[in-house]
Every structure is written in C-alpha cells, then in structure tokens.
C-alpha cells in the first residue's frame, strides 16, 4: 500500500482488523479489545458490524480454499455479527497483530497470554480477531467489506486529520469523526 502524502512525518498506515463473531457476543471481550485498540492509539477510520455473508467470507478467504479448515472457518464468520474496522496508526500492521499475538491460540495463550488471542481465543478458528499481513492484504482486505472506502482519497483528503488527531471518538459507533469545528477554522482560513 502506497502513502500517498507527501511530509516529512511520515503517514499513518491502514490495516483491517475483525473482531470475529463470539467476541462479538460477549460485551466484556468486545470492550476490552476496543480499550486496547484505543489504548494504543490507533484511530478507528471505518467501522461496521455486519453479519458477514457467504460470498464475503469466499473472497475474504480464497487463500484458503483448499485447506481442511476452510468449510468450518466461512461458517464460523457467517454465523453472527463480526466488527470490522479500517485502523490506522503509525506501523499499524505490525503493530496491530503484535497485540494479536499467534495465530494459534494454544500458542497465544502459552507464549503471549496478554495479547488479545491470548485472552479472548477460543480456538484456531475463532482465535478472537483478524490483522491484515501487509499492505497489499490491507488493501485487497478493505475491497471486501468497504468496496467504497478509496485508499488513495483518504490519503489525500482525511489522513491529516487523523495523524493529528483532530477528531473526536463516537463511542456509540465507534469510529473515530473529524472534528467539525477543527474544518470550519481550516476552510475559513482558505
């Protein structure tokens, strides 16, 4: 995924992350992982709970169509609501599935119990939550569940705001809004 701005402090980076549907389900798992989200400074661009349907999670997935797995993961994904959310922060990939932990959660919960897989895993299916692996998956990622989210007009027209946190949370959908106050000071000086 290219940075589209150019400034020498370097652009925040989008990753997608899922919260799968038995976090979902559980409102004290779902608020502990939207405080660690918040508690480690990410912003929340896109949000949307959906029930993923099939042909979402086929596409979401396709990499693992042929894996032993893949028929329990789509019904899994399909079988309640999910959180999925475009975040951005500076390393985001990285950073996000660090917090994530191991894929496996016998792993997670052996060698990074705090991490939220760790915590909130319940199986390697429904190990908690998704991370986008690199930019190119973030960006094949967030076609799937936001086909009208534009990477490269967000660069251009939001970024700045959020790596300057003129925004303020909406804790009822939770996504991170532009502070409309801070938009009427920057157009009036325009």
Not at 7 to 24: E, G
Request: glycine share 4%; aromatic share 12%; with cysteine.
């Amino acid at each position: 995924m290219t940075n589209y701005r150019m400034s020498s402090r370097p652009s925040l980076q989008l990753t997608l992350a899922i919260l799968k549907p038995h976090v979902v389900k559980s409102p004290f798992a779902l608020q502990k992982i939207r405080d660690i989200i918040l508690q480690n400074d990410f912003k929340i661009v896109r949000t949307r709970r959906t029930i993923i349907d099939i042909k979402e999670a086929e596409e979401f997935y396709k990499e693992h169509k042929e894996k032993f797995f893949y028929n329990r993961l789509l019904t899994f994904m399909c079988s309640g609501p999910s959180d999925v959310h475009i975040l951005a922060n500076e390393n985001a990939i990285v950073k996000w599935r660090q917090l994530l932990g191991p894929t496996k959660v016998f792993q997670a919960q052996y060698s990074a119990p705090n991490s939220i897989r760790g915590m909130f895993g319940l199986s390697d299916t429904r190990n908690a939550a998704h991370g986008s692996d690199s930019p190119e998956s973030t960006e094949r990622e967030i076609k799937v569940f936001f086909p009208d989210f534009n990477i490269k007009e967000w660069y251009k027209n939001e970024e700045m705001f959020f790596s300057s946190g003129k925004l303020r949370l909406d804790p009822d959908l939770f996504v991170h809004i532009v502070d409309k106050n801070v938009l009427n000071v920057t157009e009036n000086k325009s």
